[in-house]
């Protein structure tokens, strides 16, 4: 089997196990159409869609492995957010939360944002309303955000976060709102399995922050560009991610020294907007 027969051989699983297409689609969080373009070859599955359908169906690890290393034939691949725009950036967000409802530990480096983990919904409203969509697009899209955040209160997960110093003072909404978010912050980092620390601009750094990256697992990293979203999934590559990750994680503090310098940031927003 190649990567172009895919598609049919997906078809295939599907009809043996007996579930309805429609079932499996709402289970693999994609349309019925899209399973549908994918099954008759119309449309090249993604690794992720690879595994949210074999996951959907319900087979067997050795048959997971094996077209799983079919979808990898690819190493990266890359997705617009075009085509997300015209699925719906909730379905997006649907997507994410059912690949991090099988991640036992992820690790999470962002640069420039809060988490979306993470985030208020005050946050949420502000970054996806850069995206240009309708009242009823935006408050689907921040729902699904807000709802991916339960896994955060799950036992037997271990999820670590690294932000830069930075993300903590870019200001992309008011002050006091950015202090509300802090908050969150400090509050989130008490919880079991969660490890939130952050890079402080005072030290001295052994590497670059070129960009966000979320890595599940050992068997998947997706970075955010400008244009798309690249999936990474050759275990070289994602080795080189996680060798990242814990270069940052050596420099970045963490417990009372982080929540410490998060309350420092979090007050200064607080007397400004005294003065204002």
Not at 46 to 61: F, K, P, R, W
Request: no cysteine; hydrophobic share 45%; glycine share 6%.
């Amino acid at each position: 089997m190649n990567k172009a027969e895919l598609g049919s051989a997906l078809r295939a699983l599907r009809q043996a196990s007996g579930k309805e297409a429609k079932t499996v689609a709402r289970r693999a969080a994609m349309s019925s159409s899209k399973l549908s373009k994918i099954e008759n070859g119309a449309v090249m599955p993604s690794v992720v869609d690879v595994e949210q359908i074999l996951t959907a169906v319900g087979v067997s690890e050795d048959i997971k492995a094996e077209y799983m290393s079919v979808a990898r034939a690819a190493a990266t691949e890359a997705t617009a957010w075009r085509l997300y725009r015209r699925l719906g950036y909730h379905r997006k967000q649907q997507q994410i939360q059912a690949i991090e409802s099988r991640t036992t530990l992820l690790r999470l480096f962002q640069p420039a944002l809060v988490p979306g983990l993470l985030q208020t919904p005050e946050y949420v409203q502000a970054v996806l309303g850069r995206k240009d969509l309708t009242a009823e697009q935006l408050a689907r899209a921040v729902g699904a955000r807000l709802a991916r955040q339960g896994i955060l209160y799950e036992p037997g997960r271990q999820l670590r976060f690294i932000v830069t110093e930075p993300v903590l003072r870019w200001r992309i909404v008011p002050p006091l709102v950015m202090a509300g978010q802090l908050d969150k912050l400090i509050s989130v980092s008490r919880i079991p399995g969660v490890d939130f620390r952050v890079v402080p601009l005072s030290v001295r750094q052994t590497d670059f922050p070129s960009h966000s990256f979320s890595i599940k697992d050992d068997r998947m990293v997706t970075v955010e560009t400008v244009h798309a979203e690249l999936t990474v999934t050759d275990p070289r590559d994602v080795a080189l991610y996680v060798e990242k990750f814990e270069r940052f994680a050596k420099v970045a503090v963490s417990g009372d020294v982080m929540r410490g310098l998060v309350e420092e940031i979090r007050d200064d927003f607080l007397r400004e907007q005294e003065t204002d």
